[in-house]
């Protein structure tokens, strides 16, 4: 009987490791199993997402090349009417087949200040706008100058390439894009980011088209140049004359020579993506529009993307 008991005994212990061993498999499997589901899911939804990144910027180049198209008809003639004339609100329209919704803004480059002007006095009006110090002010816009002209004289408050002392040297050279200010000796970073909004290199003029003009670059020009004229950095407003508060010294009326396109595609799932582009217009009406700049800007165009839209 005992032994009989002490085999039962053996045969239960048996019996229980063999119970552990197959649970611990069989959660080992499961885990396994929802290990491999929530790698597959989660490649699945990468993979979605990159489609839909896709998509949306598809349908952003989709958009600029519409505007292109646009701004191309109305030039050569063989369209009088312009659907996205550069200043006026962005146009939202549905692509086709349901792919998603474009909207599309175009900006006359003329109405933000160049560069490469020489409008020295127009320069210190948007620094001191943006609510620079006028005694800082100077200097900044001497370095500017400095930075682009041809020779290694430094102007008084201005940088050469003696003063870039362990930094690129000036480039002697007109600014090939806007970015290249952050190379310049010594201006703030926090300006920069409120100067770039108002700037261009594409425009080729001495002053701005207030007509063209991004929000808020008129008050700021306004406000910069009553501040000049009063300590004597600038001519006298009433003595040069005035456009809506602005020196007629400053304003340039725009020849349609470049406009900036901002396209954002917004594509079925959700996901969205907005192209910026800068187009040249061709000399003496002839020709295709040159693109200047093609990168990706980081904000949706202003509009409603919700609803049903007209077909692009």
Not at 198 to 224: C, H, K, M, W
Not at 267 to 276: I, L, Y
């Amino acid at each position: 009987m005992r032994e009989r008991a002490e085999g039962n005994t053996a045969a239960g212990n048996d019996q229980g490791f063999v119970l552990v061993a197959v649970l611990l498999v069989a959660l080992v499997l499961i885990l396994v199993a929802v290990t491999f589901t929530y790698g597959v899911r989660s490649r699945v939804k990468s993979i979605a997402s990159a489609v839909d990144s896709a998509e949306a910027e598809a349908l952003a180049d989709a958009g600029v090349q519409l505007a292109v198209m646009d701004l191309q008809a109305r030039r050569s003639g063989s369209s009088q009417t312009s659907r996205f004339a550069a200043g006026s609100a962005a146009v939202v329209c549905a692509a086709p087949s349901q792919a998603g919704v474009i909207a599309i803004e175009v900006r006359d480059e003329a109405g933000k200040i160049d560069l490469n002007t020489n409008n020295e006095a127009l320069l210190l009006a948007l620094v001191v706008g943006l609510g620079t110090p006028i005694e800082k002010a100077r200097p900044i816009v001497s370095r500017i100058l400095d930075f682009r002209d041809g020779d290694s004289q430094a102007r008084p408050d201005g940088a050469e390439a003696e003063d870039y002392a362990g930094r690129a040297p000036p480039k002697n050279r007109p600014f090939d894009a806007v970015e290249e200010i952050e190379q310049v000796l010594a201006i703030p970073p926090k300006l920069v980011l409120e100067m770039r909004p108002f700037l261009t290199v594409n425009s080729g003029a001495e002053g701005f088209d207030p007509l063209q003009a991004p929000p808020g670059l008129r008050d700021v020009i306004v406000r910069g140049a009553a501040l000049t004229s009063e300590t004597g950095f600038a001519s006298s407003s009433a003595a040069m004359g005035q456009w809506e508060g602005i020196p007629t010294s400053f304003v340039s009326r725009s020849e349609g020579r470049a406009v900036s396109v901002l396209a954002t595609g917004a594509a079925r799932g959700g996901g969205r993506f907005t192209r910026w582009a800068i187009l040249e217009a061709p000399q003496a009406g002839r020709g295709d529009f040159t693109i200047r700049r093609w990168m990706q800007a980081p904000s949706s165009v202003a509009a409603d993307y919700n609803g049903e839209k007209p077909p692009c």
